[in-house]
Each structure stands twice: as C-alpha cells, then as structure tokens.
C-alpha cells in the first residue's frame, strides 16, 4: 500500500520521481521536528543562478508544518541552515499548529452561518431595504 500511495499521490510524502530525482541530484542537510528531510541541489542550478532547496515532507505534505528557520533557508532569506548554526526562535514566533480550514475545527467567526448555535440578532445598525420605501 505504501509504494501505491508513491506512485499516485503527491501529498502523502514523496513521490517515486521525487525520491529518485533527490537521489541523483540532493544532498541531505539536515530533519526537523516533525521528521520532514531538507535537501539542497549538488550544483548550482544553471536556469536560475543559485541552488535549489527543497523538502520531503514525513507524511501528509502540510507546507505550514515547516518551522520557521527551516523556512528561511529554503527561501533563500538565510545562507545557513538551522543545523549548521544554533539556531533559537524568536519570542514572537509562535509553535506550530495545523491549517485547520475546511476542517470541522476549523474557526468560525461570530454570525457565521456554519458555526453551531443561534445566530446572534443585529445590533441595530442594519436596515432592510424594502420597495415601498
């Protein structure tokens, strides 16, 4: 079932032609806490200029599951990885936590109409038109 899920889907891991392309042409820099593998191309990529980086998601492919050092070196605004420096996250940088929209857990304001209970009456502000008016 494992390999099934390589070869037809994209968003459980990797795909076949994923790992064989990281295979020929990655080098493995270094994991995160969520065991996601970080790779960085061997050459310096002709098209663009720099080299290319990358990641392998472990499991399901949740691009808010990359922590924020991490995200700096794949987007180029770090040269260094987190694992070659002691890297220590901002006060202001918060933990992860999942994408919950389209889920049941997902949040709902007040007066949304998908959130459970009584919609709340309008305060007042808020006048029907009406044609005879």
């Given at each position: 079932m494992k390999y099934l899920l390589m070869i037809f889907t994209w968003?459980?891991?990797a795909t076949l032609n994923s790992r064989f392309y990281t295979w020929l042409h990655g080098t493995l820099?270094?994991?995160d806490e969520f065991g996601n593998l970080y790779y960085r191309g061997k050459k310096i990529d002709p098209a663009l200029g720099f080299e290319r980086r990358w990641v392998i998601y472990n499991g399901?492919?949740?691009g808010s599951a990359t922590p924020p050092g991490w995200y700096g070196w794949l987007h180029h605004t770090?040269?260094?990885p987190p694992t070659d420096e002691k890297y220590e996250p901002r006060e202001w940088q918060l933990p992860y936590i999942p994408n919950l929209t389209g889920t049941p857990e997902a949040?709902?304001?007040p007066g949304s109409t998908l959130r459970a209970g009584a919609r709340p009456k309008a305060t007042g502000d808020y006048e029907a038109w009406s044609p005879e008016a």
């Open positions: 968003w459980n891991g820099v270094g994991t399901y492919a949740e770090v040269d260094v949040w709902r304001p």
